[in-house]
């Protein structure tokens, strides 16, 4: 087996927000080693166990097996952003060999506390602008991994919306301003928005406390339907979402497969299994010696329309036909 050496660094501690790194000897890549991963999430491993799975599996394909020849060390925020940093400075702690954290929030937690450590990216957002990364075909750091970037889908989204509900004239976008990507996911929903002659309503959340006044001014100004724009605030609170939209009779469409298993109407976007699934061959490259600063970013590859009739039957809705068979599945009643 073809060995490769690197020189491995760690985070001793953490003092007022500033890291502080601290040399290791450099490893070479054993047979016969135990490795340690981090995995550090913004909410609670019930929020979304299939993506976990996949990750584990993704692991497991390629040779990873969890008390055999890894170990992974979980760190759970449960929601609580302002807990990552802490959390992902516990990791530098026990040493462990690479970080893996979804969305932008971890990540750049876990880059806060150490430029040293691999960490790889899961469905961040907007890397380069976020400054997680240098390019996506040259990282230059101490993060790699997988991105959403594909803010064009906001206003296909918006099409496939009025597909489904014909005389659309107002629609709520849904979104979490502290998020630059999701910025970037309204900005292309308005020019579409523009072109198709739809009015649209700025619905903005930044804590799970905004989403009952966001809720409120929905109603208030007579929404015809929902758009929620992707992010670890939306899904971690998407059965508050789908609720809210099926009291209030509101079609909406989603970014996430996860809305639409949680009653949401449609949904188109990334397909983040496969994301998760697809991680797993960065930590596999890096635990091998490649280092992150040299691991292209790579894009979403399969996108996915599916479309829930059971919801669209409750809320009096027909899915015309012709979209319907452009969705790669269909939910019936």
């Given at each position: 087996m073809h060995v490769i050496s690197r020189r491995r660094f760690l985070t001793a501690f953490v003092i007022a927000w500033a890291p502080l790194g601290a040399a290791v000897e450099a490893q070479e890549y054993k047979a016969g080693k135990v490795y340690?991963?981090?995995?550090?999430?913004?909410?609670?491993?019930?929020?979304?166990?299939?993506?976990?799975?996949?990750?584990?599996?993704?692991?497991?394909?390629?040779?990873?097996?969890?008390?055999?020849?890894?170990?992974?060390?979980?760190?759970?925020?449960?929601?609580?952003?302002?807990?990552?940093?802490?959390?992902?400075?516990?990791?530098?702690?026990?040493?462990?060999?690479?970080?893996?954290?979804?969305?932008?929030?971890?990540?750049?937690?876990?880059?806060?506390?150490?430029?040293?450590?691999?960490?790889?990216?899961?469905?961040?957002?907007d890397p380069v602008s976020t400054g997680l990364v240098a390019s996506l075909a040259r990282p230059g750091g101490n993060v790699t991994g997988l991105s959403i970037m594909a803010p064009e889908l906001g206003g296909k989204r918006l099409q496939l919306l009025k597909e489904a509900v014909p005389g659309l004239s107002r629609v709520g976008v849904l979104w979490n301003s502290h998020n630059l990507y999701a910025r970037l996911v309204v900005r292309e929903t308005e020019k579409a928005a523009r072109v198709t002659g739809v009015a649209l309503e700025s619905l903005e959340v930044r804590v799970p406390e905004d989403f009952e006044r966001a809720f409120e001014d929905a109603?208030?100004?007579?929404?015809?339907?929902?758009?929620?724009?992707?992010?670890?605030?939306?899904?971690?609170?998407?059965?508050?979402?789908?609720?809210?939209?099926?009291k209030s009779r509101l079609p909406a469409i989603y970014g996430f497969r996860e809305f639409v298993d949680a009653g949401g109407l449609m949904m188109y976007g990334a397909d983040l299994r496969d994301l998760f699934r697809r991680s797993a061959t960065y930590v596999d490259k890096i635990l091998k010696g490649a280092e992150p600063a040299d691991l292209s970013v790579e894009q979403p590859t399969k996108f996915e329309l599916v479309i829930n009739l059971k919801t669209a039957k409750a809320l009096g809705l027909t899915i015309p036909p012709p979209l319907l068979l452009r969705a790669d599945q269909v939910i019936d009643p």
């Open positions: 340690r991963v981090g995995l550090l999430g913004s909410v609670t491993a019930s929020t979304a166990p299939h993506l976990l799975q996949a990750f584990r599996q993704g692991l497991r394909d390629l040779g990873w097996v969890e008390g055999r020849n890894l170990v992974i060390e979980y760190r759970w925020a449960e929601g609580r952003l302002d807990r990552l940093t802490d959390l992902a400075a516990d990791l530098v702690r026990l040493r462990v060999d690479v970080i893996v954290s979804a969305g932008t929030p971890g990540p750049a937690a876990a880059k806060h506390v150490t430029r040293t450590i691999p960490i790889v990216m899961v469905a961040a957002g109603l208030l100004r007579q929404v015809g339907a929902l758009i929620a724009v992707e992010d670890s605030l939306t899904i971690t609170h998407r059965t508050w979402i789908v609720d809210f939209a099926a």
